[in-house]
C-alpha cells in the first residue's frame, strides 16, 4: 500500500512539474520585447497553438498638439504591457453597415493586434490586412479579420487600425502650411507606413519573416493597398499585395490652382472648419491651425460628416494625390512602371452594388433613364444599351449590375492592365458563391461577402454548405500560397495563369472553381472609354 501510495505521489508531483514547466513556456511565449518595451500576449484559442497580441502601440497617440500630424515614434513604457484587450478603435459615425466594432473610440487610436503560432526563430509569411469602411469607419479589431485560421495555418496575421475621415484624411491650407513637406491629408496612409515599419522592425520576435510582407484588404482598405503600391514612402515595406473589391482611381487632388478649387481636399477641409464654427479659419497661419486642433473630436466629426456608402449623404473623404505620399494618380504610377512593383492578386464579387441599393432611390424606369443622361452623358445611350430596362422591376436588377461593373469589375481590370504592363507577377480572381443566407436577402455575392471565405473565422459546425467550405478551402488556401510565395496557383489545384491584357484570365471562386477570361469585357471596355474621357476633362480642367 505504501509502495503504491509513493507511486501515486510520484506521479502527482512529475504532473504538477509538468503544469508548472508548461506555465513557465507558455509566459516565455507571449512575453515579447518589441519597440516601447515588453508585452504580454494570451492564447488565441484552448488547444490552438496560437498567441494573439492586441493593442500593441505602433506609434504615439495621435491626439492634441498631434492631431493632423505624421504618426510618430511609439513612447517606451515601463513594466510588461498588458495586450490582452484590443485597443481603442478610431473615432467613427454609429452607423449599422459593419458590425462587430466593440469597445471604446477614440483619437488615440493607433494600435495593432498580431496572431501567431510560430516559434520565434521561424520566418513565417506575414500578413497584414488593411479594414475597409469607406475610410470612414471600421476597425483592425472586427472579429471577421481575427488571425486564428491564417496563424494556425502558417503564416503570421497582423491587423491594424488608422486614423479615419476628420482625423484621418482632413487637408487644410494651414495644415499644408505648417508641414515641412507642405501637405496635409492623408494621415491614414502615413498611419499605415508607419504600422508596416513597425512590422519590419518588429515582427521576427513574433516568428515573422520582415522580408515576406503581404499587405491586403478589401472595399476602403483595397484602395488603400492600391495607394501603398503606388507610394515611394511605402517602398520596400511590403512585398506583395492583394487587393478586394477597390482600386486607388479618380483621387482628388491637395488643392488645384484656378477659381474653382471646389474639388480639392484642401478646399473640403476649409468647408469643414466653418461647419464646425470657425468662419474665419480659411487661412494658413499657425493660430489658424491651433483653433482647428482645439475643436472637440465629436464636434469635429459631426462637421465633417464621413460618407460611409458609395452614394449615401455626407462628405467623400479619403486619399488624395499630394504630391508627397501619392506623387501622382496610382493608375498613371502603375501604368509607368514606377511605384513599388510586387506580386499583385486583384478581384472582385459578381454582385457588388447589391450592398449600395438602399443609398440609391431610383425605382422606375423613367427616373433610371434620366439618371444614365445626367451621370453618362454622350455614353448614355451606350449605358442604356447595355443595361436596359423594360419595366420598373428591372430598374434595381439594372442599377445593381451597372454599379457592380462601373464601379468594381472595370476599374479592377484597368488596374490590373496597367500593373501587368510592368509586372508579370500580376493575378486577377473572381468570387460568385451565394451562400444561402445572402440569397434569401437578394444580395448575391455581393460586397465583401468574399471575406468570410478568405478568413474562416467560423467554427467547424457553422458552414452553410459543402460547398461553402470548399470554396472557403480554396480561397484561403490561395491566398496563403500567395503570401508564401507571390504566386496562388496551388500544386495539383486548378489551373491559374497571370493576367496579361491580351488573355484577360482569372480565377472563379463559386459553384465553380475554375479559369474563366473576358469577364465583362464589352461592358469594361465601354467603362474604359468613359474613364479615359472622364480623365481627359479632369486634366483640362486643372
Not at 503581404?214 to 488603400?224: D, K, N, R
Request: hydrophobic fraction near 40%; charge should be neutral; include cysteine.
Amino acid at each position: 500500500m505504501k509502495r503504491g501510495s509513493e507511486r501515486i505521489g510520484a506521479i502527482i508531483v512529475l504532473a504538477a512539474g509538468a503544469l508548472v514547466s508548461s506555465a513557465a513556456a507558455q509566459t516565455a511565449d507571449t512575453l515579447i520585447a518589441v519597440e516601447g518595451g515588453t508585452i504580454r500576449g494570451t492564447t488565441a484559442q484552448a488547444g490552438s497553438g496560437v498567441r494573439v497580441f492586441r493593442g500593441i502601440p505602433y506609434a504615439r497617440p495621435p491626439v492634441g498638439a498631434l492631431r493632423w500630424k505624421p504618426p510618430q515614434p511609439v513612447e517606451a513604457w515601463s513594466g510588461t504591457r498588458d495586450c490582452a484587450q484590443f485597443g481603442p478603435s478610431c473615432i467613427q459615425p454609429d452607423q449599422k453597415v459593419i458590425r462587430g466594432i466593440t469597445g471604446p473610440k477614440s483619437e488615440d487610436c493607433l494600435y495593432l493586434n498580431v496572431w501567431t503560432a510560430a516559434p520565434k526563430e521561424e520566418a513565417r509569411p506575414v500578413m497584414v490586412w488593411i479594414h475597409g469602411g469607406g475610410f470612414a469607419i471600421g476597425s483592425g479589431a472586427q472579429a471577421l479579420y481575427g488571425g486564428l485560421s491564417f496563424a494556425r495555418d502558417g503564416a503570421v496575421e497582423v491587423t491594424i487600425n488608422y486614423r479615419l475621415g476628420p482625423f484621418g484624411f482632413m487637408a487644410h491650407p494651414a495644415l499644408s502650411a505648417e508641414s515641412p513637406d507642405h501637405v496635409s491629408g492623408n494621415y491614414g496612409l502615413l498611419d499605415m507606413i508607419q504600422a508596416l515599419r513597425w512590422v519590419h522592425d518588429n515582427i521576427a520576435a513574433f516568428g515573422g519573416d520582415p522580408a515576406n510582407v503581404t499587405i491586403f484588404g478589401e472595399s476602403a482598405g483595397s484602395v488603400a493597398v492600391g495607394c501603398l503600391i503606388a507610394s515611394p514612402l511605402a517602398r520596400g515595406l511590403f512585398h506583395r499585395a492583394i487587393m478586394e473589391s477597390g482600386v486607388a482611381a479618380s483621387l482628388p487632388p491637395l488643392h488645384r490652382q484656378g477659381a474653382d478649387d471646389s474639388l480639392a481636399t484642401e478646399a473640403t477641409g476649409v468647408a469643414i472648419a466653418r461647419q464646425a464654427g470657425l468662419d474665419d479659419s480659411a487661412g494658413a497661419t499657425e493660430e489658424v491651425a491651433a483653433r482647428l486642433r482645439a475643436i472637440p473630436a465629436e464636434a469635429l466629426l459631426q462637421a465633417a460628416s464621413p460618407r460611409v456608402g458609395l452614394f449615401g449623404s455626407g462628405r467623400k473623404m479619403g486619399p488624395a494625390i499630394d504630391g508627397y505620399v501619392l506623387p501622382r494618380e496610382p493608375l498613371e504610377i502603375y501604368a509607368s512602371g514606377e511605384g513599388n512593383i510586387v506580386p499583385v492578386l486583384i478581384g472582385t464579387n459578381a454582385d457588388e452594388g447589391t450592398l449600395f441599393l438602399p443609398e440609391i432611390p431610383i425605382r422606375k424606369t423613367t427616373g433610371y433613364v434620366l439618371a444614365a443622361r445626367r451621370l453618362f452623358g454622350e455614353y448614355a445611350d451606350e449605358v442604356l444599351r447595355m443595361f436596359p430596362v423594360r419595366t420598373d422591376s428591372e430598374v434595381r436588377p439594372a442599377i445593381a449590375r451597372l454599379v457592380t461593373i462601373s464601379s468594381f469589375i472595370a476599374p479592377a481590370r484597368r488596374a490590373a492592365r496597367a500593373m501587368s504592363t510592368h509586372n508579370p507577377n500580376v493575378w486577377m480572381y473572381h468570387f460568385t458563391r451565394v451562400a444561402p443566407p445572402l440569397s434569401a436577402r437578394g444580395l448575391g455575392a455581393t460586397h465583401g461577402a468574399e471575406i468570410f471565405y478568405v478568413f474562416k473565422p467560423y467554427p467547424d459546425a457553422a458552414l452553410l454548405s459543402g460547398q461553402d467550405e470548399t470554396v472557403s478551402d480554396a480561397m484561403h488556401a490561395a491566398w496563403l500560397q500567395f503570401a508564401r510565395t507571390g504566386n496562388p496557383a496551388i500544386d495539383g489545384g486548378a489551373r491559374w495563369p497571370a493576367y496579361t491584357s491580351a488573355k484577360d484570365a482569372y480565377m472563379e471562386f463559386g459553384d465553380r472553381i475554375g479559369e474563366g477570361s473576358g469577364l465583362d469585357s464589352r461592358e469594361c471596355d465601354l467603362f474604359d472609354k468613359i474613364a479615359s474621357s472622364w480623365r481627359q476633362m479632369r486634366h483640362f480642367s486643372r
